[in-house]
């Protein structure tokens, strides 16, 4: 098993920043193939990729609604991830989920790729 464990979510006024962290942990585990996501679910909506990453060479993905603002990034050695969220705005306000998957050639883009799910991270975003 993974584990996956988020922090970093909070209350912001629109136009600020926030700063998400995933860590993995769990079984030995190689990175070779290894992918991490953010994933966001806002009330009565449904699960939208965010943002995601290829460990072993840093390939990253963004949806549109992100691009720009947000910026993800990995620590291979203490196998994190990083979501810094600048010039957030209220529609950005959701639950954040960090996921992971060891599949080669995933669709970084699809939520049923990922194998692993954390616990989620609240961030809200005040007009």
């Known amino acids: 098993q993974v584990q996956l464990v988020e922090s970093g979510g909070g209350l912001v006024q629109a136009g600020g920043s926030l700063r998400l962290s995933c860590a993995a942990s769990?079984?030995?585990?190689?990175?070779?193939?290894?992918?991490m996501g953010w994933f966001r679910q806002a009330p009565g909506k449904e699960r939208e990729f965010v943002a995601a990453?290829?460990?072993?060479?840093?390939?990253?993905y963004y949806a549109d609604s992100v691009r720009g603002r947000f910026t993800i990034s990995r620590d291979n050695a203490k196998i994190t991830v990083y979501l810094q969220m600048n010039s957030l705005k209220p529609e950005d306000t959701a639950v954040y989920s960090c996921?992971?998957?060891?599949?080669?050639?995933?669709?970084?883009?699809?939520?049923?790729?990922?194998?692993?799910w954390g616990q989620g991270t609240q961030v809200t975003v005040s007009s």
């Open positions: 990453i290829k460990l072993n060479g840093g390939n990253t």
């Open positions: 996921a992971a998957h060891f599949r080669y050639g995933a669709n970084y883009y699809a939520p049923n790729e990922y194998d692993y």
């Open positions: 769990g079984r030995t585990f190689s990175t070779y193939a290894m992918g």
